[in-house]
């Protein structure tokens, strides 16, 4: 708290200074002319004191010097009005030099776009190959997450004095989860509650799991008021440091909660951010510490916030060729999609458990829903990866994948939420919960980002891929293999045999003798709708690691 005292003892003194004459009028050598009464003086000082010393406690801005040049041209231009003489002329060279700082201040944006675009520069790769079909997506929406803790809302003890907090997903523990602290519902539940309850917990990978309330009291949190508001708290500690973002609730594999926020540096001139670390806050005592990126503790997944991942997109995407190209020419822009479930970016983790954030780029060109490429960006070091899919085929944007999705339930209006790009099957593909207009979750929907016509959905994942699997097998699109299947040769007798129709053609599914499960469809092989058990068959097939593998080419033995 002494730093802010001193901060606005300073900022007051220095301001009374500038604002009132020092002297009554402009002929200092007189006997007339005498010092302003030191009592008018200090009034002015308290009351500035008062006004500065608000201003940076409410608004939890950093009390570096750089943030006073807008007062600096105010008083300088006053201060040059009430004065005369010899006065008035320093005080009107201070009000230039402030004025001149202010123009630069306000137009650093025109000339450090180079520089931005440095610093959020992303290594580009062409082969999409993040995920495949052996992986389990953190599949359940946001929204319909949300709306399940809402209604598990009275497991929170004296429920009245709290309301659901801002949802974000993590991995606790070896299990992928949305987090929501319980918050404050006002000043006044503040002022008799002091400290909240604890958060909710839930599995963002099984659409069928119920929310958990963990009972941990916090009382540094977002809602909390005056000293006890985990912002202010921060604030207070690092009275100079530069955040950028919220802060965001981490939990460790304990289930004790801690509150984060990015911290890091300028570009140039207060414009623009680069991030360099973290400030993590024990909920419950206080306690603070800063970390680097470097040395980020294990539990932590998003060390670097959305917001921060969010700002880089877009100094990727626009300053390709500096800030003037951006409004213009706009030659080799690319607009990071809005469509992201956290500040415009979507949170997902690879096989390894690793976060990432996902974002896919659109041309700026309106009307246009072809996507140029997407992102990921590690969230605890920030670093990205710009993936561009193959240069000869056009894939469809997130908004393109939305737009499909409302006009096939345009009657029941459902709409999509979270659409991630997959590698499916060597197909680049849109995965994409839908909800109702109630929030709740109906069913996943898969479309193709480079063959739109082949879409799909199914009440699971797993189910709207075994569909999705059996209409790229129709012929519309291709089954070449995905990122990490090995196509292999096989000969073997049939056991068994399955066959389903599907539009025009048959789906037939066959257990051979070495006890897996193989699929394909008539389309790709005409034959196999003769298919029957003790056929010797040989063919192709993908080791996709599923219980049914796809087959590329079959040859029945007697009938070849």
């Known amino acids: 708290m002494g730093n802010i005292f001193i901060f606005t003892l300073i900022v007051g003194m220095a301001s009374a200074l500038i604002l009132l004459p020092i002297y009554k009028n402009g002929k200092q050598s007189t006997k007339d002319s005498t010092p302003l009464k030191t009592g008018v003086i200090l009034a002015v000082v308290i009351i500035l004191m008062a006004c500065v010393f608000a201003f940076y406690y409410f608004s939890n801005f950093d009390r570096n010097f750089s943030t006073l040049w807008p007062l600096a041209i105010l008083l300088t231009a006053t201060g040059a009005i009430l004065s005369k003489g ?29 520089e931005k675009y440095e610093i959020a520069e992303m290594n580009q790769k062409v082969e999409i190959k993040t995920f495949d079909e052996k992986e389990t997506p953190a599949s359940v929406p946001p929204q319909f997450a949300r709306n399940k803790m809402k209604k598990a809302f009275g497991q929170v003890p004296n429920t009245s004095y709290y309301e659901l907090g801002n949802l974000q997903i993590q991995k606790v523990d070896g299990d992928y989860v949305y987090i929501a602290p319980v918050e404050f519902s006002g000043f006044f539940k503040w ?84 991030v360099e670390g973290i400030v993590v806050v024990d909920s419950k005592s206080g306690e603070t510490k800063e970390y680097p990126l470097s040395e980020v503790p294990d539990f932590i997944d998003g060390a670097v916030s959305p917001e921060v991942v969010s700002l880089q997109n877009s100094y990727f995407g626009n300053f390709i060729h500096g800030f003037w190209n951006s409004k213009f020419g706009k030659s080799d822009v690319k607009l990071p999609s809005d469509e992201g479930t956290e500040a415009n970016v979507s949170p997902i983790f690879d096989e390894k458990g690793v976060m990432y954030y996902f974002t896919d780029f659109t041309s700026p060109k309106e009307g246009v829903d072809s996507m140029l490429g997407y992102s990921l960006t590690n969230s605890r070091t920030g670093k990205a990866t710009y993936y561009t899919g193959n240069p000869d085929q056009s894939y469809m944007d997130s908004q393109g994948a939305l737009q499909i999705i409302e006009k096939k339930f345009i009657e029941k209006k459902w709409h999509g939420q979270m659409p991630i790009l997959y590698n499916f099957y060597g197909e680049a593909s849109w995965l994409t919960p839908v909800l109702d207009s109630n929030g709740f979750l109906q069913n996943y929907f898969i479309v193709s980002a480079a063959n739109p016509e082949i879409s799909v959905y199914g009440l699971t994942p797993n189910e709207a891929l075994k569909q999705y699997k059996t209409a790229l097998q129709r012929g519309k699109g291709t089954v070449n293999g995905s990122s990490k299947a090995e196509e292999k ?8 045999v399955y066959k389903e129709k599907s539009g025009d053609f048959t789906v037939v599914s066959f257990l051979l003798d070495n006890h897996k499960n193989y699929l394909i469809s008539s389309e790709k092989a005409p034959l196999a709708i003769y298919l029957k058990e003790g056929d010797h068959v040989s063919m192709s097939y993908l080791e996709t690691g599923e219980d049914f593998l796809p087959v590329k080419t079959l040859k029945i033995e007697g009938l070849q």
């Open 191 to 274: 002022w008799k509650g002091d400290q909240t309850q604890g958060y909710f917990s839930l599995s963002a990978t099984d659409s069928s799991a119920n929310p958990t309330f963990i009972k941990s009291e916090m009382v540094y949190t977002p809602s909390s008021f005056f000293n006890k508001n985990v912002e202010r708290h921060i604030r207070m500690n690092y009275s100079k440091k530069i955040f950028y973002g919220d802060v965001q609730l981490e939990i460790d594999d304990k289930g004790k909660p801690f509150y984060i926020r990015s911290y890091g540096k300028f570009i140039s001139a207060r414009n623009g951010f680069d």
């Open 86 to 114: 010899a006065e008035r002329k320093a005080k009107a060279l201070l009000f230039i030099i402030s004025l001149i700082i202010g123009v630069y201040f306000l137009s650093a944006f025109m000339f450090n776009a180079d």
């Open 489 to 496: 040769q096989l000969s073997g007798t049939v056991l068994r």
